[in-house]
């Protein structure tokens, strides 16, 4: 058997001293994806952080491997540049750097740390054409700045963009499909769908089942108060969006 | 988030990297201030009586000045009998060629990035190099001056071109200005010297560079710029300054004239010494810039303004004429014990005159700065309008940013806008950057170049790039 490309053993973390995740196991295999559900609160946010290696989030138990390697110590630019991406839930706004020359760093700096060489102005655009037709991104906000002024739709569209161009190994979605419309949730799951790839998995947080609808998980988890309650296949995800949450608090109330 | 701060601090602290002094003979004056002083440094530019003159009046009104105080960055007394007012590197004879000039200053000017070969071979920017006080070289003078162009050192304008000089000199910026204008009319000892002849478009950027080396001078230079009606010129000016203990002060006037019609843009990169990390030594930057723009004319500065223990500076607009337009964009970074008390006047005179102001402050360690700006709208600008807006971004938590607009408006059909903004880098912005595979540092760099792309995108291209590079910026549009 192959080794998992993600795996997390019994993880504890907390932020500012109070704990959020009080153990965690999961592993997620190239060319597989999993959604993660639950209710607000339930630590899905966190989790998504911590593996990409915020800060502010201490892991205070447990660990984190990828490609069979604790990442725990590694810094949010090596794991970015060891193929972590991490689209955020509210992607922030960088005023006055245009989309296209943060875009170019960021994949020249993960190119480089490969030792692979940087690409030239014409050799991005290039890149850059074929990818935005593949997210259906207007390439007015390309030249603009990064998320400013861009309506939450565009930049959740900008978030799938960034992820197409930098093509990471682990994608990892922060409720990606919330506040937008049924539009552009398809061109964000056509997006996704498109980038499937058996050496690439991708980790999708949601609240609802609708993106599912569009991008057919090989795994869901429920996190419920920073566990993973229940595990299932994609039909688990329909289960929830018939019954709700509750019926699996009581589950693991009473197991 | 002490690794935030750790890098945060190492962009803050970068060494100042023009920190060497050049060990090249030099014919000064004894230190002191007194009339014979004045005389003595009109005497060696074989200046004309009228000069010396002026400058006597401009040292007598002097005396009678109380140094002002009302600026926040408060410095010790300066003892005014202890700077040496003149210093010249001593093999200055006319100069015809670079060839005749000193290597080691050559190699100076080459240490600084600006070798004059290089730059009259590649850039086809012309130079004109003012070390400590006195003009060196002047590159690509004959090509100008078949255009009509004369560009040179003033001490030459004042023998060569009496007649311009005298009209012009002291008419933007008056000897009885301020103290420090008043003090640089008595004692100016050199300086750069430009005229744009009616229609001319100027075929090529002018820049000057100052460097202060000898220690224990002030740096008076003299900048007087006159673009004929209808002409355009785009002038450039660097500064640099050994790491010297004591603080040395520089108070330089500038003066420009657009007549009719005529567009100046003046950019500065100014990267005086700021001083150690404790805040010792540096350049004192007190420096009068003044523009006035006749009708339908039209001043712009632009400065980037990283170095010196302390600037004190506001580079205005006189607009006078009609329809005449003032522009003002500044980027001030403070770190360590760096202070600044930077702005604008823009002096609304004629009708319709418009004036924009971008100015943005970015203070790092125990940085400070004020921003300073006057717009005066006076009784007969009809239709006047000014916008500003003041920007300021803080890094860490020891730093201070202030903005002190001042409007005063005489004309009821004047329109004026002010929007100000504080902001710290956010860690969410620097954690993105960050996800996406950019190192800290890089981040922090990225934030700040987006920050001031608004005022460093109005710099020519070869200064934008120095400016980029004395923020510890990569290029900012080189895709897109």
Avoid at chain 2, 253 to 281: F, M, R
Avoid at chain 2, 285 to 299: D, I, L, P, Q, Y
Wanted: with cysteine; aromatic share 8%; proline share 4%.
């Amino acid at each position: 058997m192959t080794e998992p490309l993600l795996e997390i053993k019994d993880l504890h973390v907390s932020v500012e001293g109070t704990e959020i995740l009080h153990g965690v196991n999961l592993t997620v295999n190239a060319g597989e994806v999993h959604a993660i559900m639950g209710t607000n609160g339930s630590g899905k946010s966190t989790l998504t952080k911590v593996i990409a290696g915020h800060p502010d989030y201490e892991v205070t138990k447990g660990d984190v491997l990828y490609n069979g390697k604790s990442i725990l110590e590694d810094e949010p630019e090596d794991r970015a540049c060891a193929g972590i991406f991490l689209a955020f839930q509210y992607p922030v706004e960088v005023p006055g750097v245009s989309n296209m020359y943060f875009l170019r760093s960021a994949l020249n700096a993960q190119r480089k740390s490969r030792g692979e060489a940087e690409l030239s102005g014409a050799e991005f655009l290039d890149l850059v054409k074929e990818k935005a037709k593949l997210v259906d991104i207007d390439q007015g906000l390309l030249n603009r700045s990064v998320n400013e002024g861009f309506s939450g739709g565009e930049k959740k569209r900008n978030e799938i963009f960034q992820l197409a161009v930098l093509a990471p190994t682990l994608a990892i979605l922060d409720e990606t499909d919330s506040g937008l419309d049924i539009d552009a949730l398809k061109t964000v799951a056509s997006g996704v769908n498109s980038m499937r790839d058996p050496e690439r998995a991708f980790l999708l947080v949601t609240h609802y089942q609708r993106l599912l609808n569009y991008i057919e998980p090989d795994r869901v988890h429920v996190l419920l108060d920073g566990r993973i309650a229940k595990s299932g296949g994609k039909e688990l995800a329909l289960q929830l969006e018939d019954k709700g949450y509750a019926w699996i608090e009581e589950e693991a109330a009473t197991a | 988030m002490a690794e935030t701060n750790e890098t945060v601090q190492a962009l803050a602290e970068a060494e100042y990297k023009h920190g060497w002094s050049s060990n090249v003979e030099s014919d000064q004056l004894p230190p002191g201030l007194n009339e014979d002083i004045v005389r003595a440094i009109s005497a060696k530019k074989n200046e004309p009586e009228w000069l010396t003159e002026w400058r006597l009046r401009a040292y007598r009104h002097w005396l009678t000045m109380p140094e002002p105080d009302w600026q926040k960055p408060k410095y010790p007394k300066i003892d005014y009998q202890n700077i040496i007012y003149y210093s010249a590197p001593k093999k200055k004879v006319s100069l015809e060629s670079l060839d005749e000039v000193d290597p080691e200053l050559l190699e100076t000017f080459e240490k600084l990035g600006i070798s004059l070969d290089e730059q009259k071979r590649l850039t086809g920017v012309a130079v004109d190099a003012v070390f400590d006080s006195v003009s060196v070289k002047t590159t690509f003078r004959e090509e100008l001056s078949k255009q009509g162009v004369i560009f040179c050192s003033f001490s030459e304008a004042v023998t060569d071109h009496p007649e311009l000089v005298k009209k012009y000199l002291g008419s933007v910026v008056p000897y009885t200005d301020n103290y420090f204008a008043t003090l640089n009319s008595a004692v100016f000892s050199d300086g750069s010297f430009c005229y744009i002849p009616p229609g001319v478009r100027c075929p090529m950027e002018l820049s000057t560079y100052f460097r202060i080396n000898t220690a224990g001078t002030g740096q008076f230079e003299r900048t007087l710029l006159i673009a004929d009606e209808g002409a355009y010129v785009s002038y450039l000016e660097g500064c640099t300054a050994p790491s010297r203990d004591e603080n040395q002060l520089h108070a330089a006037v500038v003066e420009l004239v657009a007549l009719k019609g005529a567009h100046i843009k003046y950019s500065t990169v100014q990267n005086w010494y700021p001083g150690d990390k404790n805040g010792k030594g540096g350049v004192y930057n007190f420096v009068t810039k003044r523009g006035t723009a006749h009708e339908n004319a039209k001043v712009s500065w632009t400065q980037v303004e990283t170095g010196s223990a302390i600037t004190w500076k506001y580079p205005s607009c006189v607009l006078k004429g009609d329809n005449s337009v003032g522009e003002f964009y500044s980027v001030a970074l403070t770190r360590d014990h760096q202070m600044a008390d930077t702005g604008t006047k823009m002096v609304h005179i004629g009708k319709n005159t418009k004036s924009t102001i971008v100015s943005k402050g970015i203070s790092a360690g125990q940085g400070d700065q004020t921003y300073r700006g006057l717009v005066k709208i006076l009784p007969k600008a009809e239709g006047a309008r000014n916008y500003s807006v003041c920007d300021s971004l803080l890094i860490g938590g020891k730093c201070g940013a202030h903005t002190v607009p001042y409007i005063e408006s005489s004309n009821k059909s004047a329109v004026i806008e002010h929007e100000a903004s504080t902001s710290k880098i956010s860690d969410d912005q620097i954690f993105f950057l960050r996800q996406r595979g950019l190192s800290e540092e890089d981040a922090v760099s990225m934030i700040v170049n987006g920050f001031c792309k608004d005022v460093l995108s109005e710099l020519p291209m070869e200064f934008a790039v120095e400016a980029q590079k004395l923020l510890g910026l990569k290029l900012e549009g080189a895709v897109g």
